[in-house]
């Protein structure tokens, strides 16, 4: 059975056992991950952009060539291959979580139980809870859903396309490591430099997917479309501002504005001013269900693009052989 198509099993099986499960309960790589990238940083940490680089190549290059193995030794057996690219998707596509999260907030808001999803908001996003009011916190859950859709369910289905085993654990890896070391605090300002930059560069391809994918799936596709080309870029993330923007276009309200982090108080432009109204507690499952929409149409998109490339690859080095044959046959 080609490679393609064991891809395909393997990672349609591990977003169903994302959507039926959620996260693994217990030993979840991503956190065996992030546990050894803390020791490693604990050996390489100053103040340093060169440091900080080792640690993003060490930490990820090492979940690349893990993968890589991994994928090498199950190469006989389809299936075998097809459990491990199901296992690798399982653990690192997130969007079960991510809905759970954004809808428990949901339900405590519509119930009018303020403290109750302050107490939640946490665990979707970094945002300070006591800094917001109903409303900001269902907008800050909106963005978490939109933002989040790219990161942990999109952008590592586009490297899985891409790289198989080694792109789903690569592209986590590079994201895990950004939220560990990635932020503008002053241990990490030079330290999370290149940890940074390296997740902006994995996570282009699939936000613009996920922009694409939210404008199809969509209440209003031309509202997002208009929203992405007018405002992505006013965005300080460059990845999170098409993703933002093209999902208030498509559910119609306002994102971006004040925030809060810990105290530290950001004024980010709004995203689709013009065209949208304020964020509300049921604009939360909107999202959500627009969320679960990207995903499914995301494993479709990237599987076809991959057994397309494959087959397109294959035809043209069957070509060159063909090539190499005839002028054989010519000088013999």
């Known amino acids: 059975m080609r490679a393609d198509r064991l891809y395909a099993y393997g990672a349609a099986t591990g977003l169903l056992v994302d959507l039926l499960l959620g996260d693994p309960r217990r030993g979840h790589p991503v956190a ?61 596509v997130g969007g079960s979580s991510l809905v759970r999260e ?19 908001l946490p665990h979707l996003c970094g945002r300070d809870p006591h800094a917001l009011d109903a409303d900001g916190m269902a907008r800050a859950v909106v963005e978490s859903v939109a933002e989040n859709t790219s990161d942990a369910v999109v952008g590592a289905l586009v490297w899985g396309a891409v790289g198989g085993v080694p792109g789903l654990v690569g592209f986590r890896a590079v994201n895990t490591l950004d939220a560990m070391v990635g932020h503008r605090s002053p241990r990490y300002l030079r330290y999370g430099w290149a940890a940074a930059r390296l997740d902006d560069v994995a996570g282009w391809p699939g936000a613009r997917l996920t922009a694409v994918l939210a404008a199809v799936a969509g209440d209003d596709p031309r509202g997002a479309v208009r929203a992405w080309r007018a405002d992505a870029r006013k965005h300080p993330s460059p990845n999170a501002g098409p993703v933002e ?40 499952e909107r999202a959500a269900r627009l969320s679960r929409r990207v995903g499914l149409l995301a494993l479709g998109v990237t599987v076809a693009a991959r057994v397309v490339a494959t087959r397109l690859v294959a035809r043209n080095q069957g070509g060159r052989r063909n090539q190499r044959n005839q002028l054989k046959g010519r000088t013999t």
């Open 102 to 120: 954004a809808r428990a907030i949901g339900r405590a808001l519509e119930a009018g139980d303020v403290e109750a999803a302050r107490e939640r």
């Open 245 to 284: 923007a093209s999902f208030a276009g498509a559910l119609g309200v306002r994102l971006g504005g004040t925030l809060s982090y810990a105290g530290r108080v950001e004024h980010r432009p709004v995203l689709n001013g013009a065209a949208g109204r304020p964020v509300v507690a049921p604009d939360i």
């Open 32 to 92: 065996a991950f992030g546990r050894a990238a803390g020791a490693v940083e604990r050996l390489l940490w100053r103040d340093d952009r060169g440091r900080g680089a080792l640690h993003a190549v060490v930490c990820a290059g090492g979940a690349v060539a893990l993968g890589a193995v991994a994928e090498h030794a199950v190469r006989r057996s389809p299936v075998a291959a097809v459990a491990l690219v199901s296992a690798a998707t399982w653990a690192v």
